[in-house]
């Protein structure tokens, strides 16, 4: 099973809430996938007073390939107690125009098990690249100059020789009323 080593860091929570009282200590975050068989990281416990929790704690972890979703979820006292839970979606934080090594830095919306807004948590996200290995996506991207290298993404249909693009869509024009004069 493909899979891609990621780096995530728990840095703190913003506006928990349990029994309508601020949430200051004894929480913890669990870090998982979406995919039916995973492992659940785990942070340690806060014990902090003032503010919201702060953890500022490292996770490495393998997320599958078919995996689209991580699911933070920022529970209290050894887990008996659930605050809120956060889906991210992979997209943001794999591809894209930026390199895959980039540092993203996330603020998401907590929710607890009826979907009532719970508070905020912030991290930071790394895809980890093997030293002297490229970002696929972003290099191919930077180094395709024009639209006719290969490399790129190209919009349209090929014509018949495949040297070029012809850019349109095809219109199914029986689906349009016609108009009479």
């Not at 098990?113 to 912030?122: K, P």
């Not at 490229?134 to 290969?150: E, F, I, N, P, V």
Request: charged share 20%; glycine share 8%; aromatic share 8%.
């Amino acid at each position: 099973m493909a899979t891609r080593s990621i780096e995530i860091t728990v840095l703190s929570a913003e506006n928990l809430q349990s029994n309508r009282k601020p949430l200051k200590k004894n929480s913890f975050v669990t870090v998982r996938t979406d995919s039916l068989v995973t492992k659940v990281y785990r942070t340690a416990e806060t014990d902090c007073e003032g503010g919201g929790p702060k953890w500022n704690e490292k996770i490495v972890m393998e997320v599958p390939a078919h995996a689209k979703n991580l699911i933070l979820e920022v529970q209290c006292q050894n887990g008996a107690r659930p605050i809120g839970a956060a889906s991210i979606p992979v997209t943001e934080f794999t591809g894209g125009w930026v390199p895959e090594s980039y540092l993203h830095f996330l603020s998401y919306r907590l929710r607890d098990e009826r979907g009532v807004r719970n508070g905020i948590v912030n991290i930071s996200v790394r895809m980890k690249v093997e030293e002297g290995g490229t970002s696929s996506t972003y290099g191919r991207k930077l180094s395709s100059g024009c639209a006719s290298t290969s490399s790129q993404v190209k919009l349209g249909y090929l014509v018949v020789d495949n040297s070029a693009v012809a850019t349109g869509v095809p219109v199914n024009w029986k689906s349009y009323s016609r108009v009479q004069y």
